[in-house]
């Protein structure tokens, strides 16, 4: 079938309520039309997802994504001029429209254009959808269709087979507020687009730029966001710091009452962006691979803001941190 007809097939089954895989440059996520609740409430059952936890809403055009929001800044204008389409959501104040279901709830919707040509001429035919990764909830994010098929075995969905995704982890996640001397920036969720990216994009804007990384308080912003999370079949070690590693491996055996096995090793890329694109499916292949525990070292010479996101999914991934030396 032609790609023009898969994209008719996928908006009708969006049109009609139903749920869509769609490629994205971050990961897979599974769709469904913000204005079919039908479509929306079956994306959180698919993936179990509780409630509270709000989907991105994802869009093809600025215009789209004012219709969306309530308000707008300056700073809106400029991120989505530098990073969209791309891996940036922004969370603003929600127009009244948008379905509370999608927003858990929350004043504020997260918004973003995805920088995949299937997931734009889809958003294009059906209008802006919800589009929450497409795994069970917990799970590592899929970046391949063959993924996607894993995580939900005998469920008839519709997956637009879009190759691999190229960055590989989950959006940058930035709350966007205007005060009277002017903008705040929190990254609530740290992805490809660092904080210097952001500086960046933002300098000469009018008034101040405040631009802060997300604690405690931006992940009960981010409601999601959760310490456990992306977590692969098999428990994850993460080693710290420089511990040899047969002595980290016997000790995380022992903290995860694990007995002997056989234990798989992850090895990180040196550069952070190609860390990220193959970082999820090295820990779906890893654990499925007969071991009993993913070791990985995330050493000091990983660090700093291009390590940010990788960082992140590692520590919420892992079962247990060995650190030091
Ligand atoms: P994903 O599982 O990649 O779809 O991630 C969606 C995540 O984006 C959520 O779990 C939240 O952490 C974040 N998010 C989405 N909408 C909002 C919002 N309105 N306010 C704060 N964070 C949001
Ligand atoms: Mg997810």
Redesign the pocket.
């Known amino acids: 079938m032609s790609e023009a007809q898969d994209i008719r097939n996928a908006a009708a089954t969006l049109d009609a309520g139903g749920v869509v895989a769609m490629p994205t440059e971050t990961?897979y996520?599974l769709a469904a039309r913000i204005d079919r609740p039908a479509g929306v409430r079956r994306v959180f059952d698919l993936k179990q997802r509780p409630l509270f936890?709000?989907?991105?809403v994802h869009v093809a055009s600025v215009s789209q994504a004012k219709r969306v929001t309530r308000a707008w800044p300056a700073a809106a204008d400029r991120l989505a001029a530098r990073f969209w389409p791309g891996p940036l959501?922004l969370?603003l104040p929600k127009a009244d429209e948008v379905d509370p279901l999608i927003?858990a709830g929350?004043d504020?919707?997260?918004v973003r254009m995805p920088n995949h040509p299937l997931a734009l001429a889809l958003i294009d035919a059906a209008g802006p959808v919800a589009?929450?990764?497409a795994n069970r909830f917990g799970r590592t994010?899929p970046t391949t269709p063959a993924h996607v098929r894993d995580e939900f075995p005998g469920v008839d969905l519709m997956i637009l087979e879009g190759g691999e995704c190229q960055v590989g982890v989950?959006?940058t996640?930035v709350?966007l507020s205007e005060g009277a001397t002017g903008t705040l920036v929190e990254i609530?969720?740290p992805g490809q687009v660092t904080a210097p990216d952001l500086a960046d994009a933002l300098t000469g804007l009018s008034g101040s730029v405040e631009i802060v990384r997300g604690g405690a308080e931006a992940l009960r912003?981010?409601?999601?966001?959760m310490e456990r999370h992306y977590q692969p079949a098999v428990p994850l070690a993460l080693v710290e710091g420089d511990r040899a590693m047969g002595d980290a491996v016997r000790a995380a055996r022992e903290r995860l009452g694990l007995g002997a096995g056989e234990t798989a090793t992850l090895t990180l890329d040196v550069d952070a962006r190609i860390a990220a694109r193959t970082l999820y499916a090295d820990l779906r292949r890893l654990a499925a691979g007969g071991a009993s525990l993913i070791i990985v070292r995330l050493g000091s010479e990983r660090s700093g803001e291009a390590w940010a996101a990788v960082r992140d999914r590692l520590g919420r991934a892992a079962s247990v941190v060995i650190d030091g030396g």
């Open positions: 990961v996520g936890d709000p989907l991105i959501t969370v927003t929350l504020t919707v997260g589009a929450p990764s994010s989950e959006s996640v709350r609530l969720r912003a981010s409601p999601g966001h």
